[in-house]
């Protein structure tokens, strides 16, 4: 059961461009979780934080990454039209974005810094 609706920068004409366009979105999903994890490091003034993963700090990155997928959702749909959630997309109350997208913010990028934090050098 599809979540999305392609409309706008999200249409494809070629499994190649299609391959294309999901492999440029994963890149940037990879890059916002880079950012939000120096992002914490900036507030805790520790770069390496990742590797003492306290609940502060999991709050932290639970909450910025909440706000982005919010305000990226949010832009995406309502604003730029880049693409629509199909009827079958649970939405969050009042402000209208996909549960989906927003769960899978405050999944990734916890389990990310989880897997990650044996090879941050101390």
Not at 37 to 56: D, E, I, M, T
């Amino acid at each position: 059961m599809p979540f999305f609706q392609f409309v706008g920068l999200g249409q494809v004409a070629d499994y190649r461009q299609f391959v294309q366009t999901h492999w440029l979105v994963s890149f940037k999903d990879a890059l916002m979780i880079v950012l939000l994890y120096l992002a914490v490091g900036l507030v805790v003034k520790n770069f390496y934080w990742g590797r003492k993963f306290n609940s502060r700090r999991l709050l932290m990155l639970l909450v910025l990454s909440g706000l982005w997928s919010i305000f990226v959702e949010y832009h995406a749909v309502e604003v730029a039209h880049r693409w629509a959630y199909a009827s079958s997309m649970p939405l969050l109350p009042i402000i209208g974005v996909g549960v989906l997208p927003f769960l899978q913010m405050l999944i990734l990028p916890p389990l990310a810094v989880f897997l990650a934090r044996s090879q941050l050098k101390v």
